[in-house]
């Protein structure tokens, strides 16, 4: 079956680091993949998707690049703001029943951006 | 903007007790899904429905059974509340499948504690 791995954490960072989140997943077709954050006290929101090999998705200064033969889609930003403490949550949408695609989700990761 | 309502933001019942959870949404998607999340496991997919009256169960739908009347509507019932049920339950919604991504709208969650 699908399964999506996410980086443990939490992870804390100074304001303006760099950050990498990284994402591995296992799946039987060619799934899409997603970024999606979670802000305190809110629901998920999308931050970017790549639909197919190579694509690079990018939202907000955040990108992650769709890497077919590392099976991967880590996620990366030059340099964080405090505004970006979140739980980043990596999924794959490769299922389909009726008209639903399925998404399969990461377990999440906890930024905290100190100033 | 899509909107997904969710119609409590905390809930606290007793063990079991029947327990429903409403979700709607006001953009005429025709899919809807509910997860729990748990920390450290992330998303898990209970239930989902593709159109009026049809839904489909998801990864751990044990304990679960849900409704769906109107299309803008989803409801997840708890029909003897156990304590290992406490947990954020959060509702999305998506466009049929017509393409290669199928991105899913979140309501802003109802955490569940069951004493």
């Known amino acids: 079956g699908n399964s999506v791995t996410q980086m443990e954490g939490p992870v804390t960072l100074s304001e303006e680091a760099f950050l990498t989140i990284n994402c591995t997943y296992t799946?039987?077709?060619?799934?899409?993949l997603f970024w999606y954050v979670q802000y305190p006290g809110e629901g998920l929101q999308l931050l970017l998707k790549?639909?197919?090999?190579?694509d690079k998705g990018s939202n907000k200064g955040f990108e992650a690049t769709y890497r077919k033969e590392t099976t991967s889609f880590h996620l990366e930003k030059g340099s964080v703001q405090v505004s970006d403490s979140a739980v980043y949550f990596c999924a794959l949408s490769d299922r389909t029943s009726g008209s639903a695609r399925q998404l399969t989700f990461g377990s999440g990761t906890q930024l905290t951006v100190l100033p | 903007d899509v909107k997904v309502t969710q119609s409590s933001r905390y809930l606290v019942k007793r063990t079991g007790e029947k327990v429903f959870l409403e979700c709607v949404q006001d953009m005429d998607h025709e899919n809807m899904f509910w997860y729990r999340q748990d920390p450290g496991l992330g998303l898990r997919l209970i239930y989902f429905s593709y159109d009026v009256k049809m839904k489909e169960k998801g990864d751990i739908p044990e304990g679960y059974s849900v409704s769906r009347e109107k299309k803008e509507r989803f409801s997840l019932i708890l029909e003897s509340a156990s304590t290992n049920q406490t947990s954020m339950y959060l509702c999305?919604?998506?466009?049929?499948?017509?393409?290669?991504?199928?991105?899913?709208?979140f309501g802003p969650g109802t955490r569940l504690t069951v004493l």
């Open positions: 799946a039987t077709g060619y799934p899409s």
């Open positions: 790549a639909t197919k090999a190579d």
């Open positions: 999305a919604s998506s466009l049929a499948a017509g393409g290669r991504t199928d991105t899913q709208y």
